[in-house]
């Protein structure tokens, strides 16, 4: 089955922050586990390098919009080898490809007869590149996100006809109800329908970076229409000479944190529906990464430079502390001192020697060959923690996009096979001479951590990678607890996550 899942594109108008590595390892995270699942994935990320937000920033800065989308966009590039992430694409808005059928599909929502001439007044916010309703305008009628004072902006141009899809979206979220999730998004999205849809403006008059209207070149597209139909005009040109467009449209999962909810769950279905496009299966939407107690970014200048974080931690401690501390889908604060403790007690002390403890203790007692014909414990596989079925506990959470909750069982696993240690104390075995009972608890030991290994592997691809080589397992399939029955050599390493100096 495929599987097709996207990052929101980031705008150009500043370099990348620990947002925006957030989602893009969220989504990598998925994508890595659907591969092990043996499934046809496309992982799409990218830049919006068009409208306002990136015209205005240039100007701040005295360069061409082209030149601010070049330099931060390959700043958004250099980062995603760096926190490990498995894009199969990066679209550029700007790509001439993408423009061109962005050109085609809102030519077919015009001839749809889904867009109107007029006149727009209200709050707009440049940084947004979105007009505020009256209810979402913050005190002295301020941006909610920017903080900044809105101006009262009078427009000519071209509308999009979003009031005539209430009755239409009301519909579909409530016949679709997994389209949105958690669920008090898509409740937050069915509020904002319910309240009332105006018509969009759907296009700027006095831009000329953008993607020209093709029945009006004067007038440049709207910012957003152009930045959402990225996820589908990708596929048309990701790959040279194929067009992926059937094979992975719709898209199974548009994962996003909840400032864009409003364009994903109203202005995005609405204009699919209006252009004829298929609508995509499930958006997932996740809270914000807080710098104490507000969001960080990039406006209000408290960010958390994602480049530090993994010259001091690597980028598997980020990609893990991310999703370890801040629970996907509400908001939660990080901090260097919190990094660092669930540096040193989770992944070095957990994990990093329980890996180091059982392959040396293999190595010392059988000389590093897994013991072979022993049974599964049922001590380790069943009850809290236990890894039998572990798998299958794991696949549902994911499918569900709980990242952290498949990490937290994860967790549990990992902990119970240090207890496991603890219990049996292997060491006493070998003294003892009970050569059976020390076959079976280090055959369980190996085979456990095997296992747990490869349910980690999407989220620590690194260090999981060093300790399967050292484990001999050469798949990433995801495995069974007591599917592999011994007898392979295996090989002691250095600390996974060794001490920060
Ligand atoms: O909105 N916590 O781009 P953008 C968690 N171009 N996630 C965060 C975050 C935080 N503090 N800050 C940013 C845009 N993000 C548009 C999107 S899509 C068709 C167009 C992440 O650069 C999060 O995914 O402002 C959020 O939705 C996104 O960056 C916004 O990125």
Request: glycine share 8%; hydrophobic share 40%.
């Amino acid at each position: 089955m495929s599987f097709y899942v996207t990052t929101p594109i980031y705008y150009v108008n500043a370099e990348p922050h620990l947002g925006h590595a957030y989602t893009t390892i969220g989504a990598d995270i998925l994508a890595r586990h659907m591969r092990q699942r043996g499934e046809d994935v496309f992982f799409l990320t990218g830049t919006d390098e068009h409208g306002e937000p990136v015209a205005q920033a240039a100007e701040r800065e005295g360069v061409t919009p082209r030149e601010l989308a070049d330099r931060n966009a390959q700043r958004f590039l250099d980062l995603m080898p760096k926190i490990d992430v498995s894009n199969d694409f990066f679209i550029r808005t700007s790509d001439e490809r993408h423009t061109e059928r962005v050109q085609e599909v809102m030519q077919r929502v015009h001839d749809n007869g889904h867009v109107y001439e007029g006149t727009y007044e209200g709050f707009y916010c440049p940084r947004c590149a979105d007009f505020k309703t009256p209810t979402e305008l913050g005190p002295g009628n301020t941006c909610p996100i920017h903080e900044i004072v809105l101006e009262v902006v009078t427009e000519e141009n071209w509308f999009f006809r979003l009031s005539s899809f209430e009755g239409e979206l009301l519909r579909l979220y409530e016949e679709h109800p997994d389209l949105i999730a958690p669920d008090f998004r898509r409740n937050e999205a069915i509020a904002f329908i319910r309240g009332g849809l105006q018509d969009v403006s759907l296009s700027r008059p006095k831009l000329d970076w953008g993607v020209p209207l093709p029945w009006d070149p004067e007038q440049v597209m709207y910012v957003w229409f152009d930045a959402l139909l990225n996820y589908y005009t990708a596929l048309s040109f990701a790959r040279p000479g194929e067009d992926l467009t059937d094979r992975y449209w719709p898209a199974n999962l548009h994962v996003m944190a909840k400032d864009i909810l409003k364009f994903h769950s109203i202005y995005w279905p609405a204009l699919l529906l209006a252009a004829g496009i298929e609508l995509p299966k499930r958006m997932y939407v996740h809270g914000y990464l807080l710098m104490g107690e507000k969001k960080m970014s990039k406006s209000l200048g408290n960010v958390l430079d994602p480049f530090e974080a993994i010259d001091k931690f690597g980028s598997d401690a980020l990609r893990f502390y991310c999703f370890r501390e801040v629970s996907f889908g509400q908001d939660g604060s990080i901090s260097t001192a919190g990094f660092e403790a669930r540096y040193e007690t989770e992944l070095a002390n957990d994990f990093g020697n329980l890996a180091s403890r059982v392959l040396a203790m293999i190595d010392r007692y059988r000389d590093g060959v897994v013991p072979e014909g022993a049974e599964v414990d049922p001590d380790l596989a069943d009850g809290e923690g236990g890894l039998g079925g572990i798998e299958v506990l794991v696949t549902g959470l994911l499918d569900r996009t709980e990242i952290t909750r498949a990490l937290e069982v994860c967790w549990g696993a990992v902990r119970r096979l240090n207890r496991y240690v603890e219990e049996r104390k292997p060491w006493e075995l070998a003294k003892a001479d009970d050569g059976a009972e020390l076959d079976r608890v280090l055959y369980n030991l190996a085979e456990g951590l095997r296992v747990v290994t490869l349910l980690l592997h999407p989220y620590v691809p690194r260090s999981s990678d060093v300790l399967l080589a050292a484990l001999a397992e050469d798949s990433r399939e995801l495995a069974a607890f007591g599917s592999r029955g011994g007898g392979q050599s295996v090989e002691r390493i250095a600390p996974l996550f060794p001490k920060l100096s």
